[in-house]
């Protein structure tokens, strides 16, 4: 299957090729998004339902989708809103203190249901879930999709500064958490 | 990277991989899922639009009937015979043909006044000012 860039896609879906154009970038998108959240709700049928918001979202607004900003970093912004959505409507849900939740994504890495890591790996896993959500974001989009600081600006609304300052921590906390101190 | 490795050097040396996995055929069936959400949302929202159309449309129909015929005059204005007659009495100069009016009363109760006592014991039985047929006769 042919790649399309983004500017290609929005030009096809502005014509008479809108569910097809759209097609073509759920598939070029879905295994990061999917990954990206994932990473944040921990369990693969939340993250399902939440993938699936957030792509329908994005056809809602790709007709008004102004092309001065980057189709890639519009949709991270949504996929970050949702999941933060996400957990903070499981949490009043359920009633559930903020531990808890932790708590409860905790149990499902040590499940290991739809994950392949190594012990290392989950230890990385735990030792994330207790930073912070929005630090949590922001290594995740450093470390693993390794995004500029610039487009992880535009994704998070956040300068330069405070994001290299909030990695820098998250990074040092989750070293001492590895290390067992 | 070249910035972790100041930060967090144990960390900087642990292969970097995505542990999460998504179940098989997943992301084959993923943008399917996502069209047919689209799609039944996109009918959900017409039908909900059609819905309000369909009895905004009935609404504003039943008002604009409502003002029309509020703005009608109304056919059934209840005058009384007493009215009725009162109005004869007081206009049968200027607004009735006395032929014409006798011929109505007889019309409209359906009375043949064949003979010269028959039209008498009938306008007796009227409410009919006397004197002033008196003085017309």
Redesign the interface.
Known sequence: MATYSDKELLEMFHTEQS?YA??LL??KY??KI??HV??IV?D?DDA?DV??NI??KV?KGLEKFKEDSELYTWIYRISVNESLTFLKKKRTKFFIPIHNIEKEMSDKIDAGE????DE???K??KALLKLPEKQRIVFNLR??D?MPYEEMSQVLGTSVGALKAS??IA??K??EN??GH | MEELKNIAPHLSQLPKKDAFTAPEGYFDDLPSSIQDRVISQSKTKSRVFSATWTFGSLGLAAVLCWVFFLGQPSDETTVTKQEVTAYVNENIEQEFDETLLADELISSDNKTLTSEENLEEYILNQDIDEQLLREEI
Do not use: C
Not at chain 1, 114 to 117: D, E, L, N, V
């Open positions: 569910s759209f097609n759920v598939r879905q295994k999917y990954a994932r990473r921990i693969h399902n993938v699936q792509f329908i056809w739809h994950f392949s890591g290392i790996e989950k990385l896993q470390y693993y390794e990695y820098h990074a040092k989750i070293e590895l290390l």
